[in-house]
Structures are given as structure tokens and as C-alpha cells.
């Protein structure tokens, strides 16, 4: 029996809208209570009291070129996921502000078994020549992800799927999977014409080639290191969808004072990735208009609870959590914009439940003594930390937080590319990273299992055989022992203090004042294909 794709996310509980990503703090995120814009005006303007779509040009200034404006070869980043959502669709859509899936090439799908589904697609998309999209699009696309190893592609079977017609294919999976199709609404999970890819050399010839895409805009023209020219496709498949501008003109700086001052001066009409201090300089400012989102992400303190040091002890690692400040924490990084967080997910997560007393975990400095002294360290001790460079600031904070109870923590700062080696190989006591229920995978309990390929990259990394026996019951196909799995896995979590919360997320842009509509989409990366003149 087909199934429409809300019924099925309904009935399997597991894969419900939360998931958690060490990765998401190298730069981006994962998007994952909503996107909440807090501007002059609402972000998001009604469509249905839009103004009509006009010759007109957006200009948009980002922090880099895009390496890719596909991920078939596996090369994505920010701005390129920003741009393959303007240009590719999907075969379904994430929603931002409800955190639900919604249909999009697709029309709906049913299960065959615990490892097969056939996808049935609408059949009046078409790419922006006009041709079809069909089965064979889809399959060759997913296909060749699968083959780059793209992020989510794990567990797809590409030999295992089946092109039925033009409108149905089966999707296989070489083990049970749950929120499978999660993975399927990433932006980087965009479709491409098979055809013309082949015409232009094939998958690895493809990334500096303006693909043939069926989404609401498509490339014009690519200036490699000035700029990128989109173009509104007018064979979008969605009549709902009215782009206002015809054309959206991509430019890139790394300095977020010169993009900032390009909006001011009216140069360009939008820019992303401004601190949250830019922007609050910005709230009084005629010239450009500060665009708050509180995202889906919140950023957890780390502890290896495997370590063989002060750390793998619990009453430690409890002793430590009563020394950390969060609202004193948020208050720096967030500047009264955001909040202290109790942690692991956020607190509009579908599995979220207040372990603390209001959701925040408890401070006291006293008390963090008390239990050091208990587990034998009344003169404390020396902890090493490694953290990304854009987690310096709270990572110092909590440097010093520690020094009032007797604890040295030396602190290392990485970029990514050095980062990830240390992370996975597991060299440090504590480390800080983020979660989030905008970034959907399957293999959500990866963190959580020292067995399992994410927990090498960072977070608790709990070894504890009790947790593998926990997350084997959360990751079951049967939704009832699935649900539970899920709760009892988040009060190990917390009955262990694998982690402390510290606070959530701020994504801020600037904008034209006289334009409003800007969005998030998975993961907090911006969608510019909404913005319009305030009416």
C-alpha cells in the first residue's frame, strides 16, 4: 500500500526530527526551535500577498566561491548547499519551521520490506530545458553519491535498486535503516539530468559545470572568482512558488566587515554569516537590517568518558558539570541573544524531556568542589582539551570556570582538516561540539556507541557496554522498542554526565531593510529564493 511520506514518519518513531553531529561545529550548523527570524519585519513573506515576479536582480554577497555546484562527486560546502537548494530539487523537501518532511519530486512511497522502498514520482516535473525527470534521474544521482561516499549514503545498497518506469524506482538499503528518507531531503541529495551529465564527460567532469537542474532557480552564467548568476526556471514544477526576482546574483568575500558594509552602502541586498555582535551593531542602523535565527543546534561540552584519566570517573565528570556557568557561557557568545541549554538535543526535539529542573543543569562552584574532593582529587588535576577554532571563546570560558575549582584545562585549537584526526583517534579529555534536530541522518546513535564510525570524530565516546545494548534497542525496527531506546539512551546520557549543555545557536545575516523573507533551511544554511520587498 503507498504510503504518504508524513503517515510513515509518524508511524516510525525513531526517525523522528532529532539527530546529533560533532561536525556540525566545523562551520556550519547541521538546521536542526525552528528558524525564527527576528528582524524589522517577519521573515517569510506570504505568498499569497507577494508581489508578482519581476525582471529585477537580488544581489547576494556570501563568505566563499563554492567549490561544486553539485555533491556527486562528494565536494559540498556551505555556499554550495545553499546554492544546489536554489537549483536542484529533491525528490522531498525539509521544513524549517515545522520540522517536517514534505513531498516534493516525489508523491509518495510505500515499504516493500525492512531494506526496500519504492518511491513513486510526480510526473509533471521537468528539468529547465523541459525534459522529464524520471526514475532514471533519481537513481543515477543517488547512485553516484553512493560512489562519493557522500554524507548519508552509508547504508544505500546502489546495486540493489530497481528503475520500475518513469515515475516509480525502488530505493535499497543493505541493512535496516531507520529515517532513512531523512537523508533523502539534504540539500546535497539534489537531482540532475542523467543525460547531460553523461553529454559533459560524466560524474567526475561534472563539478565546474553549470548542471542541468530542475529546482527554482538554475545557473546563467559562472564567473569563477567574481561571480555566479542564477536565473528563475520557469518549469519549476511547484505553480505555488512565485519567484520575485528573475535573477540572483552570487558574489563572495571572506571578510564579514566588507560584506556587511556592502549591504549598508547598497551594493548587495543580503549577506550571511555575520557574528552575532555585527549584528546587534546593526538593530539601530536605517542601512541594513539585522536578521536573527535561533536555529535548531545547541552546543554541548564533551567529555571522553572512555579516557583512562580524571574524566572516564563519573563523579568527575559530575563534579565538572556543576563547575560550568551555561548562562554565563551564553551570555558571551550570544550576547543576551540566545540561551543556556540542558543539552544533548534541543528543547523543541521530539525526545527531548527536562532531566534539570528547568532545563538548565545546575551551577555550583561549591559543590564541584565537594565531589572532586570525593573522588580523589581534592587538589585537583590537568585535563586536555581539543576544540575547533570557532569554539575558542567558550572553551576559555570554561578554562577559567575550572581553575576556580582546582582543575587546569590545557586548551588546543584546530582548524577542521587538523581537528578531525585528532578527534577520531581520540586524543583528548573533553572536547566541544554541537546537536541538532535539523540535521537528519539514519545513523543517528552513531555518537553514542565507541563502536560506531561518529563516535571517533568526537563527543562522549562511551564505551560502557550498557549503551550498546541501549542504542541495538533504539535503532530496532519495531517502533515501541525503538521509542524506548531513544529514552533510555537520554537518561544514560544524563544519569552519566557523558556531556554537559551549554547553549544554543545564533546564525545572524543582514538584509536591505526594504526587503524581508529570508529563511533557513537543514542545518541553518540560508535560502534566498523567498526574499521580496516588504509590502
Request: a negative charge; proline letters at 5%; aromatic letters at 12%.
Amino acid at each position: 500500500m503507498k504510503k504518504n511520506l508524513f503517515t510513515k514518519a509518524v508511524s516510525l518513531s525513531l526517525a523522528a526530527i532529532v539527530s546529533m553531529s560533532v561536525l556540525a561545529a566545523c562551520g556550519s550548523s547541521t538546521p536542526e526551535s525552528g528558524s525564527e527570524t527576528a528582524s524589522a519585519g517577519e521573515a517569510g513573506a506570504d505568498a499569497s500577498t507577494a508581489p508578482e515576479a519581476t525582471d529585477e536582480t537580488l544581489k547576494v554577497m556570501v563568505a566563499s566561491e563554492p567549490q561544486s555546484l553539485t555533491s556527486l562527486t562528494g565536494l559540498n560546502d556551505q555556499v554550495a548547499v545553499e546554492l544546489q537548494y536554489a537549483m536542484a530539487a529533491r525528490v522531498w523537501e525539509f521544513n524549517n519551521e515545522t520540522y517536517e518532511l514534505e513531498m516534493s519530486l516525489a508523491t509518495g512511497w510505500e515499504e516493500i520490506d525492512e531494506t526496500h522502498y519504492r518511491i513513486e514520482l510526480r510526473d509533471d516535473a521537468k528539468f529547465m530545458d523541459g525534459t522529464p525527470v524520471t526514475s532514471e534521474d533519481v537513481v543515477y544521482c543517488y547512485q553516484a553519491y553512493c560512489e562519493a561516499g557522500l554524507d548519508g549514503s552509508a547504508t544505500i545498497d546502489p546495486e540493489g535498486f530497481v528503475i520500475e518506469d518513469d515515475t516509480h524506482f525502488i530505493i535499497a538499503f543493505s541493512t535496516y535503516t531507520p529515517g532513512w528518507y531523512n537523508a533523502l531531503a539534504e540539500a546535497t541529495f539534489g537531482i540532475y539530468s542523467k543525460a547531460f551529465i553523461e553529454e559533459n564527460g560524466g560524474v567526475a567532469e561534472f563539478e565546474r559545470v553549470q548542471p542541468m537542474t530542475a529546482g527554482r532557480y538554475f545557473v546563467n552564467e559562472w564567473k569563477p572568482g567574481e561571480y555566479l548568476l542564477l536565473e528563475r526556471n520557469d518549469n519549476y514544477w511547484d505553480p505555488e512558488y512565485v519567484g520575485y526576482y528573475k535573477y540572483i546574483q552570487v558574489s563572495w568575500t571572506s571578510d564579514s566587515a566588507s560584506r556587511i558594509l556592502a549591504v549598508k552602502s547598497g551594493d548587495v541586498d543580503v549577506t550571511e554569516k555575520i557574528s552575532v555582535s555585527e549584528a546587534i551593531t546593526l538593530d539601530a542602523d536605517p542601512s541594513a537590517t539585522p536578521v536573527y535565527f535561533e536555529s535548531g543546534t545547541v552546543f554541548n561540552f564533551y567529555f571522553n568518558c572512555s579516557s583512562d584519566g580524571p574524566v572516564g570517573n563519573e563523579k568527575v565528570r559530575e563534579a565538572l558539570m556543576y563547575a560550568i556557568n551555561s548562562e554565563e557561557i551564553n551570555a558571551l557568545v550570544n550576547m543576551g541573544r540566545g540561551k543556556a541549554v540542558q543539552g544533548l538535543y534541543p528543547d523543541n526535539g521530539v525526545y527531548y524531556k527536562e532531566y534539570y529542573p528547568g532545563g538548565i543543569h545546575p551551577y555550583d562552584e561549591a559543590k564541584a568542589k565537594e565531589l572532586l574532593a570525593e573522588a580523589g582529587y581534592p587538589d585537583g588535576f590537568t585535563i586536555e582539551a581539543v576544540v575547533l577554532k570557532n569554539n575558542i571563546q567558550p572553551a576559555t570560558a570554561i578554562q577559567e570556570m575550572f581553575r576556580k575549582v582546582g582543575v587546569e584545562m590545557n586548551i588546543t585549537s584546530l582548524e577542521p582538516a587538523s581537528y578531525l584526526p585528532e578527534a577520531r583517534a581520540g586524543n583528548y579529555d573533553t572536547t566541544i561540539g554541537s546537536a541538532t534536530n535539523t540535521y537528519l541522518k539514519p545513523d543517528n546513535f552513531n555518537l553514542l556507541s565507541c563502536e560506531d564510525r561518529f563516535s571517533v570524530i568526537g563527543g562522549p565516546k562511551i564505551s560502557d557496554p550498557a549503551i550498546d545494548e541501549i542504542t541495538g534497542r533504539a535503532k530496532s525496527s519495531d517502533p515501541a522498542v525503538a521509542e524506548q531506546g531513544w529514552y533510555d539512551a537520554i537518561d544514560y546520557i544524563f544519569d552519566h554526565t557523558a556531556l554537559v549543555g551549554l547553549y544554543n545557536k545564533i546564525e545572524c545575516a543582514a538584509i536591505n531593510p526594504a526587503l524581508d523573507g529570508l529563511k533557513t533551511i537543514k542545518r541553518d544554511y540560508l535560502d534566498f529564493t523567498e526574499i521580496r520587498p516588504i509590502q
